[in-house]
């Protein structure tokens, strides 16, 4: 077998590979294509052999491997403008970057594409000094198919796109009441590019000019959507930007395929050092499954074939007491976790029946113990949402402000009988839609739908959705019930209120509404977070984004669950991961240990 030439294709058929634990495995390749990898790293990036590195190790012994996960949420974007879940921005964002990243460690800003950055003693007026030497990946894209060089044109093209009614929609949050021009450029429908607040002054200079003082305008395009790409990718390409993707990231796309596999590929071009000054990244390649079975991810992390779990099923939850070995004594897995920066909840369409009044919605949120359903069902693995829709953890936010939605299934029945439902008699079957990826989703579902059936006599069918199907028809108000969660895209209480701000409610309700989607707009909530926007005081900003919670949850356009706790299992010898609060995923230092010699010694070879 060979593998010859940047451009060569390799169909393999019944190779036979040596895999570094001498056990000899009989591979089928028939269908499987990639470029610009060499032979043994495409063997290894496609089967894995039990294992997840490879043989080509540096002398430091941190270089080379293929580092294997799987997506077990469904992933329907990896384009920055579209990207709307945690899974996709797993994947997307080792393709592309913004002007400043979060640190994943600490969640502090710092440098990105922009080295440095100035702002006027007026807090309004940000201008961000570019790198010269960052230049987007190769792709057949650009002229002879080498990447260019990042210029300032490049950004002002990209945040210009956000603030492009029917391009931009899910991101222009981000610039919503904050860039200057944004709301005029979004509103007036123009797509010429020039917004007046997003300029640049030469090739390496951007500025940005602001309505207002933003205290959180680093973090907000530190986010996905405010991701970098060429205006080359979407000339060449048009709307195919999963299987095609052209960023400044530590990898580059090699191989998309929906619903089945996605593989990067190292970027030999990235700009990126470490603290010794070594070239990032230090993987040669990562391989990304879309398996929607959590069993089946979990059951081959254990067998060696993956590198690291995101995220447990409730099913696999005893897999944590079995990290070791327990005829060998050896470590089967190591274990990180913290409190995540999300919510999980349930969202009601208000538009329609029954859910259009307010008695019956509070009466289902009065009527779900969702401590019984994070000791029970949960395990523990989640708090509960006491109030409302901002998780613990933020600081100076005056939690105590918002009330939260209790327990009280008497009052309940009384709603449920102002309204018109006593004993729930009358009520018509609805349907909670839920999807099977994720933490307990399905198992939580349940108890709710017994929870309603025993409190209120209301018949529930909890009914399970394709993922292709789950979002699209959440955001096109199909669904009248269903589950939804938010991890945070900035560590703000403003991003997770975002979600019921009014000026999100895409209120004609034949057109899609991407971030608020229980399309709720009360005036009262949206004035005083209007008036958070306008406060230099964060304890004053903080105050009003508490006070607006307070009255939306009383209007109950959707229940606050819980928030998870963040768990990731990794292979004992991957080495340099973080875990952090908003499930960042930096693989840029990401490295592989020496394998443990069974015969009493540890391997250090190179």
């Given at each position: 077998m060979a593998l010859e030439g940047v451009d060569h294709e390799c169909d393999v058929r019944n190779v036979r590979v040596r895999c570094p634990d001498q056990r000899s495995v009989r591979i089928d390749l028939a269908t499987i294509m990639l470029r610009v990898l060499p032979c043994a790293a495409l063997i290894a990036l496609l089967i894995g052999c039990g294992?997840?590195?490879?043989?080509?190790?540096?002398?430091?012994?941190?270089?080379?491997?293929?580092?294997?996960?799987?997506?077990?949420?469904?992933?329907?974007?990896?384009?920055?403008?579209?990207?709307?879940?945690?899974?996709?921005?797993?994947?997307?964002?080792?393709?592309?970057?913004?002007?400043?990243?979060?640190?994943?460690?600490?969640?502090?800003?710092?440098?990105?594409?922009?080295?440095?950055?100035?702002?006027?003693?007026?807090?309004?007026?940000?201008?961000?000094?570019?790198?010269?030497?960052?230049?987007?990946?190769?792709?057949?894209?650009?002229?002879?198919?080498?990447?260019?060089?990042?210029?300032?044109?490049d950004v002002v093209n990209c945040f210009a796109a956000i603030c492009e009614k029917g391009k931009g929609d899910a991101a222009f949050w981000l610039f919503q009441d904050k860039v200057a021009g944004a709301d005029a450029y979004y509103n007036s429908g123009k797509r010429d590019g020039q917004v007046s607040g997003i300029t640049a002054l030469d090739e390496h200079t951007v500025r940005i000019t602001l309505t207002r003082p933003c205290p959180n305008f680093l973090q907000s395009i530190a986010g996905a959507g405010c991701w970098i790409w060429p205006q080359e990718l979407l000339d060449k390409y048009g709307d195919d930007l999963f299987r095609h993707a052209i960023g400044t990231g530590p990898f580059r796309l090699n191989t998309a395929r929906p619903e089945e596999v996605i593989v990067l590929e190292r970027n030999h071009h990235y700009w990126g050092k470490d603290a010794e000054g070594r070239s990032l990244p230090y993987l040669d390649a990562v391989r990304v499954t879309l398996v929607p079975d959590k069993e089946k991810e979990i059951t081959e992390f254990l067998k060696g074939r993956l590198s690291m779990v995101t995220e447990l099923s409730v099913k696999s939850i005893n897999v944590l007491a079995d990290s070791v070995d327990r005829n060998t004594g050896e470590r089967r897995f190591n274990t990180l976790s913290t409190p995540a920066l999300a919510v999980q909840f349930y969202g009601f369409n208000a538009s329609k029946p029954p859910f259009n009044d307010v008695r019956i919605r509070r009466a289902f949120a009065l009527a779900l113990d969702r401590r019984q359903l994070v000791d029970s069902v949960l395990f523990g693995l989640a708090v509960v949402a006491d109030h409302g829709l901002v998780p613990p953890g933020l600081p100076q936010y005056p939690y105590d402000l918002v009330p939260g939605i209790p327990y009280d299934p008497d009052s309940a029945r009384k709603l449920m009988a102002q309204a018109g439902y006593p004993d729930g008699k009358g009520f018509p079957r609805i349907q909670l839609q839920v999807n099977n990826y994720g933490f307990g989703y399905r198992s939580v579902a349940s108890r709710a739908q017994e929870m309603l059936l025993k409190e209120l006599g209301v018949a529930v069918t909890v009914s399970t959705v394709p993922a292709k199907e789950y979002y699209e028809r959440i955001d096109r108000g199909e669904a009248l019930f269903w589950r939804e969660g938010w991890v945070a895209d900035l560590p703000d209480p403003e991003n997770f209120l975002a979600l019921i701000y009014g000026k999100?409610?895409?209120?004609?309700?034949?057109?899609?509404?991407?971030l608020n989607t229980t399309r709720y707009a009360d005036p009262k909530f949206d004035a005083l977070f209007g008036l958070s926007l306008t406060k230099g005081s964060e304890t004053d900003r903080m105050q009003d984004l508490a006070r607006a919670e307070a009255l939306a949850i009383k209007d109950v356009p959707l229940i606050?669950?819980?928030?998870?706790?963040?768990?990731?299992?990794?292979?004992?010898?991957?080495?340099?991961?973080?875990?952090?609060?908003?499930?960042?995923?930096?693989?840029?230092?990401?490295?592989?240990?020496?394998?443990?010699?069974?015969?009493?010694?540890?391997?250090?070879?190179?």
């Open positions: 294992s997840s590195d490879l043989p080509t190790r540096d002398q430091d012994g941190i270089y080379g491997g293929v580092f294997n996960f799987n997506e077990s949420q469904v992933v329907r974007s990896i384009f920055p403008l579209t990207i709307g879940l945690v899974s996709e921005q797993h994947v997307a964002s080792q393709i592309y970057e913004g002007l400043v990243q979060f640190n994943a460690t600490d969640l502090s800003v710092e440098p990105a594409l922009a080295e440095s950055w100035s702002v006027d003693p007026g807090l309004t007026i940000y201008e961000f000094k570019l790198r010269r030497d960052v230049r987007f990946h190769d792709d057949p894209a650009f002229p002879d198919g080498e990447g260019r060089l990042l210029t300032a044109k999100n409610a895409v209120l004609d309700t034949s057109l899609p509404s991407s606050p669950l819980y928030h998870e706790r963040y768990v990731m299992l990794l292979a004992p010898r991957v080495k340099g991961m973080q875990i952090n609060p908003m499930e960042l995923l930096d693989l840029r230092q990401l490295h592989f240990g020496p394998a443990p010699d069974h015969s009493g010694a540890v391997d250090t070879s190179s």
